[in-house]
């Protein structure tokens, strides 16, 4: 099966999900700067939520150019990805709207953890259909990131009942890690054309 619509049907996605998210920012009714500063925790996580939908993004489009053909099993593992990044736009919303209470942190960071078990997933339906010998595996190597990134998660989660603003720091940390650019997939890419 061709890899074509998957894409395709997983960019509109995402775009529909960056959109929702920033309707979620409320226009002030009062026309001066000061107006805006109730807004900033909606806006800061936004900014953040937006990094990490471009992340996944960028990170997806990666792993669908190192494969051929998808599975049924790539489908739905697929489809589970872009379950846990629709839940984006309430997480941030709820975030935002509460600046940032224990609460809406942790399930903030719920969600975050959600979406990495699932994207690994993915990555992992991808390898087994092509193979331990595929341009995938080889690229993914040890994937470092992708194993510190749950962890880190899980202690942000954990952190919110003691100190909500060390746990948004750590997901900002691990949205920075990850905000440089992972050229293993394009490497391997290269190598094997």
Known sequence: MGKGRLEAFSDGVLAIIITIMVLEMKVPHDASLEALVPLLPVFLSYVLSFVYVGIYWNNHHHL???????????????????????????????????????????????????????????????????????????????????????????CGIVLTAYAPALSQAIYAAVAIMWLVPDRRIERAIAHDA
């Open 64 to 154: 669908l150019q190192a494969s051929k053909t998808v599975s049924g099993r790539v489908l739905w593992a697929n489809l589970h990805l872009l379950f846990w990044l629709s839940l984006f736009p309430f997480a941030t919303g709820w975030m935002g709207e509460n600046h940032f209470a224990a609460v809406p942190t942790a399930l903030y960071g719920v969600v975050l953890l959600a979406a990495a078990i699932a994207y690994w997933y993915l990555q992992h339906s991808i390898i087994e259909l092509h193979g331990e010998g595929s341009i995938l595996k080889r690229a993914v190597g040890s994937d470092w990131k992708g194993k510190a990134s749950p962890v880190l998660y899980l």
